[in-house]
Each structure stands twice: as structure tokens, then as C-alpha cells.
């Protein structure tokens, strides 16, 4: 089954509560309210969009298909609707042309938002986020208050061209900010923090998440997450696994499993890649004294590594046992299910690297 027929199958109707949905993590796990709405990821994000667009007429939505067709997801499902071709604009399939629209929309005191249909043809609109974009206020003291919102990860069997986690390209580049939200609360509280930036920030969404993920999300200015501030998803004293995005939710379950073997896991959600939490990061390392990082990314100069090096410089005198990093190998997305499986780190890689790591 690949990822467009999963799509078609998931949109036909609006997730019920009889299906088999994951519940988020810590953060939102609010008990509900007058001030809560129950929603999927998918729906926070949506949310996220509408509200700001009733806020701010400044805001707006670009990208393939974004408008009467609502999005090869259907997150700007109904935008069209209600805001109109001026605000929900569908483009030609042109990233590039996109993210330099969007630059000279901000420019004029509008708040572009860009869907990437998905993260892996951002690459193609490389030059214009990296050379023009972030480094415009440097240049010239210029804002450029975008938002690019980039569908990511793998488990959709959408094989190397739709499947790839390319934040650490973005993390690497000064004057971008870069956020990756893995529950529903955060996917909203942080989408509204990202539009009312003023500087350009890379939204990475993760596909597998959207229909998988529900949770009790705050209304209205209520639950704004700020950027670079991480959430400690889960409380710990033996260990920590220090993650982000989609795998939030197998390093949950971890240390879940754990906790029926007497171990007592810390998980830290990272939140924002950049800036990062390094209080936060040092903060679990000298709790703990034993660190176990896992993204969905490939491993080699993956954000794991940037972890990894800050903890050995400034946090090392409170480590244990080495530093342990689970990825993704440095090869292309798998379309076989089997081999996609293979390569992304789930529920049983981490709580055998979890294991061995406490075992140490």
C-alpha cells in the first residue's frame, strides 16, 4: 500500500473515536475543558492555520493544491472556503518559485505560510531559503517572516522521494529557526508561534503522525508553545532518551515497558531543533547520567550528533556510559515495507538500545 492510496483511504471521512488512535504525549494530555478540543494532529495543524487567519489578515497559504483540492493531506481542507483564492493560493509545481513569492510577500508585511507537499522537494527551493532568506536580516536588517511547513518521515511506504527527514540541512544554516512537533498540542502551539515569528521558520510535520496522533488541545491563545523550549515528555531518574518528531511515541512506549522491568525512564522532547533546549538537554544528562538519542533521520551529521557533542563538552563529568545514538542508516528511504521497517528506529530498536544502555 503506498502513500497516496493510504491518503485516499484516511480522507474519506473525518477520523472517529472507534478508531485506533494513538494518544499524544505528556503536554497534552490535559484533561479536557471549555478551553480543549479533542483533535488529531492533523487537525491541530489545521486548526493552527484557521485561527490565524481569522486573526491576522496578513496571513496566508501557498503550495500545490492547497486550495479547492484542501492539500495532498487535506490539512487546508475548508480553507478555501472560507478565506478565498487571495489567501489559499494554489501554485504551479515550483518550490522554488514558491519560497521566492513567499520572501517578497514578507518583504511587504504579509505572513506567507508554504506547504511543501512534502519535505523532500524543499531541496529544490534550497537557494532561496539558505542564501536569500535566512541571511537577509544579517544582510540588510530586512525580516522575512515566512513559515514553510514540510510533511516529513517515513512509514507510508513512499519510498526515497517522499519519505526523507532533511532538517538537519536547516539546522546547519544560520538564521533559520526549525521546529518539529511530535502531539497535537505542540503541533498547534507551535504552528501559531512559527506565523507570528519574525524571522523564516522550517515546520517539519510528520506524515505518520497525522491521523495516528490525538490529543486535548488548547483554544485560542491558550497553549501557544514557545520556540526553543523543550517538554519532558516523560520523568525519569536512570535513564534519558532525548528525541523528537514521529518517534516520540515509540520512545514512550519504551520507557513504559521499562517501568514494568523497574527502570525509571526519562524521555525529553526536543520541540525545536533551533534554537535548541541546552538547558533542558543538560538538565536530563545530569539527572540521569546516561543518554540515549533517537531521531528518524539519518544518522550521520543528524541533529543526534550536535546533541552528542554539546553533552561531551559541557556535560561529560555527569555521564556514566557513553553517549548512544539510534537513526536511520545512511541510505536512501526504502520502499519495501520490510526494509523501510527495517531502517527507521521503532519500539523494539530503542528498547533494546535502552536496555543495553542501562545494562552498562
Not at 54 to 72: I, K, N, Q, S, T
Not at 105 to 122: K, N, S, T, Y
Not at 206 to 230: C, H, M, N, W
Not at 244 to 272: K, M
Amino acid at each position: 500500500m503506498t502513500w497516496d492510496s493510504i491518503v485516499q483511504r484516511e480522507t474519506k471521512d473525518e477520523i472517529s473515536p472507534m478508531n485506533r488512535i494513538g494518544r499524544s504525549a505528556r503536554n497534552d494530555s490535559v484533561a479536557g475543558n471549555d478551553k480543549t478540543r479533542e483533535l488529531t494532529y492533523l487537525e491541530a495543524i489545521r486548526d493552527a492555520l484557521q485561527y490565524e487567519m481569522r486573526r491576522d489578515p496578513r496571513v496566508l497559504v501557498m503550495g500545490e493544491d492547497v486550495g479547492v483540492f484542501g492539500g495532498a493531506f487535506k490539512v487546508t481542507q475548508g480553507l478555501f472556503d472560507e478565506f478565498g483564492a487571495e489567501r489559499v493560493i494554489d501554485t504551479p509545481m515550483s518550490e522554488l518559485c514558491m519560497v521566492g513569492a513567499a520572501t517578497g510577500m514578507a518583504f511587504m508585511g504579509l505572513r506567507p505560510i508554504v506547504e511543501m507537499q512534502f519535505a523532500d522537494f524543499i531541496s529544490t527551493g534550497f537557494d532561496s531559503i539558505v542564501h536569500f532568506a535566512a541571511t537577509n536580516h544579517y544582510r540588510w536588517k530586512e525580516p522575512v517572516p515566512w513559515v514553510i511547513r514540510a510533511p516529513s518521515g517515513g512509514g507510508l511506504r513512499g519510498g526515497p522521494f517522499h519519505s526523507q527527514n532533511p532538517e538537519a540541512w536547516f539546522v546547519h544554516a544560520p538564521g533559520l529557526k526549525v521546529v518539529t512537533p511530535a502531539t497535537p498540542a505542540d503541533a498547534r502551539g507551535l504552528l501559531l508561534s512559527a506565523i507570528r515569528d519574525p524571522n523564516p521558520v522550517i515546520y517539519f510535520e510528520y506524515k505518520s503522525l497525522y491521523r495516528t496522533q490525538r490529543g486535548f488541545v488548547p483554544d485560542g491563545e491558550d497553549g501557544i508553545v514557545p520556540i526553543g523550549k523543550a517538554n519532558v515528555a516523560r520523568a525519569g531518574d536512570d535513564m534519558s532518551i532525548i528525541t523528537y518528531g514521529a518517534p516520540l511515541h515509540d520512545a514512550l512506549r519504551a520507557a513504559e515497558t521499562l517501568a514494568q522491568e523497574n527502570f525509571s525512564v526519562e524521555v525529553l522532547d526536543l520541540r525545536s531543533l533551533k534554537p535548541l533546549d541546552t538547558d533542558a538537554i543538560f538538565e536530563t544528562t545530569h539527572k540521569t547520567s546516561k543518554v540515549l538519542i533517537v531521531h528518524e533521520a539519518n544518522l550521520t551529521c543528524g541533529v543526534g550528533a550536535e546533541i552528542s557533542a554539546l553533552i561531551s563538552q559541557h556535560a561529560f563529568e555527569f555521564l556514566d556510559a557513553p553517549i548512544v545514538r539510534l537513526a536511520a542508516p545512511d541510505i536512501p528511504p526504502p520502499y519495501a515495507p520490510v526494509l523501510e521497517d527495517a531502517s527507521r528506529p521503532t519500539y523494539d530498536k530503542i528498547l533494546n538500545a535502552a536496555r543495553k544502555l542501562l545494562a552498562y
